[in-house]
């Protein structure tokens, strides 16, 4: 299964932007792009001119990022954005937001997408009742996620079981913090995105 699997820091320099892909520590000083507001690379510091290509691509570069999605897969969610009716560009974000391991991340069972789906892939959720390895997995309305009995015991599992009760969920999903149940509500919106996109320059990049 292809992947990112370099330092993810470098990809939130590069976008000049923080995409909180480490969690709690993209809030301290820690942080990388606090520390160092640079582009990574012997070049970083360079002033660059950037075209209106280079903005578009900036932007897709970012929403690829933030949801942990490679080329050939973003690709294929605009195709099916671009054929459902609505907005593409808000289509395309709601699509990315309806996958699992963002699921699971927005009811507040990992720190970030890439633990998500870190702990998908272990196996320690179940979709509708059936165990579930796929983090690309898009949900529906109804669809019920819940956390494996034989995972509470584990150490890092009760770390993040006590971190959710102070996080705040989105209004599509409603999460049971003590049952550790998440149930799909309706299909998220382009306000529940909480990121700043301009997605209408990842649809003008794409229909070039």
């Given at each position: 299964?292809?992947?990112?699997?370099?330092?993810?820091?470098?990809?939130?320099?590069?976008?000049?932007v923080?995409?909180?892909?480490?969690?709690?520590?993209c809030?301290?000083?820690?942080?990388?792009?606090?520390?160092?507001?640079?582009a990574?690379?012997?070049?970083?510091k360079?002033?660059?001119?950037v075209?209106?290509?280079?903005?578009?691509?900036?932007e897709?570069?970012?929403?690829?990022?933030?949801?942990?999605?490679l080329?050939k897969?973003?690709?294929?969610?605009?195709?099916t954005a671009?054929?459902?009716?609505?907005?593409?560009g808000?289509n395309?974000l709601t699509?990315l937001?309806?996958?699992l391991?963002?699921?699971?991340?927005?009811?507040?069972?990992?720190?970030s997408r890439?633990?998500?789906r870190?702990?998908?892939?272990?196996?320690?959720?179940r979709?509708?009742?059936?165990?579930?390895t796929?983090p690309?997995i898009?949900?529906?309305?109804?669809d019920?996620?819940?956390?494996?009995e034989a995972?509470?015991?584990?150490?890092k599992?009760?770390?993040?079981m006590?971190?959710?009760?102070n996080?705040?969920?989105?209004r599509?999903?409603?999460?049971?913090k003590?049952g550790?149940?998440?149930?799909?509500?309706?299909?998220?919106?382009?306000?529940?995105?909480d990121?700043p996109?301009?997605?209408q320059?990842?649809?003008?990049?794409?229909?070039?």
């Amino acid at each position: 299964m292809a992947r990112y699997t370099g330092p993810v820091c470098k990809l939130c320099r590069r976008e000049g932007v923080k995409l909180f892909l480490k969690g709690e520590r993209c809030m301290t000083a820690k942080c990388a792009v606090t520390r160092r507001q640079s582009a990574p690379g012997q070049h970083g510091k360079a002033r660059v001119r950037v075209k209106e290509y280079g903005t578009q691509m900036r932007e897709k570069q970012k929403a690829k990022r933030y949801y942990g999605v490679l080329e050939k897969q973003f690709r294929s969610y605009f195709k099916t954005a671009n054929k459902k009716q609505g907005v593409t560009g808000e289509n395309l974000l709601t699509l990315l937001e309806r996958r699992l391991d963002n699921t699971v991340y927005k009811m507040g069972m990992a720190e970030s997408r890439r633990e998500a789906r870190q702990l998908i892939l272990h196996g320690h959720f179940r979709l509708n009742g059936k165990k579930v390895t796929i983090p690309s997995i898009l949900v529906k309305t109804g669809d019920i996620i819940t956390l494996r009995e034989a995972s509470r015991g584990n150490a890092k599992i009760k770390a993040l079981m006590d971190g959710m009760k102070n996080r705040i969920n989105p209004r599509w999903l409603e999460v049971d913090k003590t049952g550790i149940i998440a149930k799909v509500a309706a299909y998220p919106t382009r306000e529940d995105v909480d990121f700043p996109f301009q997605e209408q320059l990842i649809v003008e990049l794409y229909s070039r």
